[in-house]
């Protein structure tokens, strides 16, 4: 009989299972939303990035059930055979007025905007300047471009300083950060990289997925939360968080969103969105616009919580955004903070190595606009009974 070529899978399974590092999917059976149920349980939910509340906005669902009567479900092929539909021109083009750059390119995820971006833009003469903390598809697109990957510590321009101040003048480089650290909810150095890009003639790259719709007016995010317009050469947004679709973009100038329309692997190798998913982003981004208090309420609602889990006594480590952590040590303690909160019928998922550091495993709890401030107590509530019980605070 054939041996199992694959054997070696369940071995390493096994091995997370005795680390206590095995995560079976939640299950969501309701709507992503604030208050909602997963495997088969009432929660207030603080896994999501939906971080608006837009999943379910009663004026993007319109949209989208009118995009699907209007155009169908699909859009047929990639964007450089016959997908690109009016309606993928009309949302790069909002997008790029948004962001205060010359074009945008929709890509199908962040993920891809990332991945796709550095890829095609750098080889093996080139060198990256990256963050550490500096998320998968930027690591990913990092290593598919073959160039030379530098890694500063987290936020230190002086040590990236260092690291050009010895790299030849004539090489190309790509200084890269995430706008907001997605485990940590803290900001990257912005204005100092800048500066830095300004120097030694760096491109200066900033993944803003955690950031659109979050920091800065409208939601324009970390680039216009620190005023560094003009200073930022690539700038990455997700539509599949606080826009509450799915979806990723590049904004910059006309010649390199021309660039990647041609050389981005995504952008050329796989199908573009439904018209719905642009539908719906075109409806976000008319909410950004126009109704600007429901980021205040996402504001609001972020300082009431975060005081609340320090004042518990909680770790929350350098947050400066609505991710807060609550930092646990082992990943054992991680998910069994987050096991026990799922049983009270609080929703924080755990987070541990590889993931973040070993010994700094937590729970990442992320508050929407939409969450009510009894939903916010109760989860205070139960994050105070859980953690007396397993001697974190
Ligand atoms: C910092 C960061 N960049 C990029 C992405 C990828 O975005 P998407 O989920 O749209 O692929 C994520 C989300 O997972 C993220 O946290």
């Known amino acids: ?29 309701d709507r992503q939303q604030a208050a909602t149920h997963f495997d088969g349980r009432s929660v207030v939910n603080l896994s999501s990035n939906n971080y608006l ?18 155009f169908g479900v699909g859009s047929g092929s990639v964007r450089t055979i016959a997908g690109t539909m009016s309606i993928h021109m009309e949302l790069e083009r909002r997008l790029a007025s948004f962001k205060k750059t010359e074009a945008v390119v929709v890509f199908q995820s962040g993920f891809a905007a990332n991945a796709g ?20 598809s930027i690591i990913d697109g990092c290593r598919l471009s073959k160039a030379a990957i530098k890694i500063f510590p987290h936020k230190d321009a002086d040590a990236a300083r260092r690291i050009l101040k010895d790299l030849p003048a004539a090489q190309r480089k790509l200084l890269i950060t995430d706008g ?23 491109i200066m790259m900033v993944d803003d997925a955690h950031a659109s719709g979050v920091f800065g007016k409208h939601g324009r995010g970390t680039i216009d ?55 719906t982003c075109l409806a976000a981004l008319d909410i950004l616009e126009q109704e600007p208090a429901i980021i205040d309420r996402l504001w609001e609602n972020t300082r009431f919580f975060k005081a609340g889990l320090q004042s ?11 991710i807060t952590p609550v930092i646990a040590g082992e990943s054992i303690r991680a998910m069994k903070l987050s096991d026990r909160l799922f049983e009270e019928g609080v929703f924080a998922q755990g987070i541990a190595f590889p993931t973040v550091a070993r010994d700094k495993a937590r ?5 929407t606009a939409t969450h009510t401030r009894d939903e916010l107590q109760f989860a205070l509530d139960k994050f105070q009974k859980v953690g007396q019980e397993l001697g974190l605070i």
């Open 117 to 136: 971006t550095v890829a095609a833009i750098l080889n093996k003469d080139d060198v990256i300047i990256s963050d550490e903390l500096n998320h998968a």
């Open 312 to 322: 518990l006594g909680f770790n929350t480590g350098l947050s400066e955004s609505p």
């Open 53 to 70: 509340g837009l999943t379910t906005h009663p004026k993007l669902i319109e949209k989208a059930i009118k995009a699907i009567t209007d």
């Open 363 to 367: 729970v990442r709890t992320i508050v």
């Open 225 to 279: 939360h620190f005023d560094v317009h003009g200073r930022v050469d690539i700038q990455v947004g997700t539509l599949s968080k606080a826009i509450g679709a799915l979806g990723g973009y590049v904004a910059g100038s006309r010649a390199l969103i021309e660039f990647l329309y041609h050389r981005a692997r995504p952008f050329l190798f796989s199908t573009s969105h439904p018209p719905s998913v642009a539908a």
């Open 1 to 29: 009989m054939r041996q199992d070529p694959l054997a070696y899978l369940s071995t390493e399974l096994d091995t997370l299972r005795q680390q206590g590092l095995y995560r079976s999917l939640r299950v969501l059976e």
């Open 180 to 202: 907001v650290f997605s485990m940590d909810g803290d900001l990257g150095a912005l204005p100092a990289l800048s500066s830095l890009a300004e120097e030694y003639g760096c």
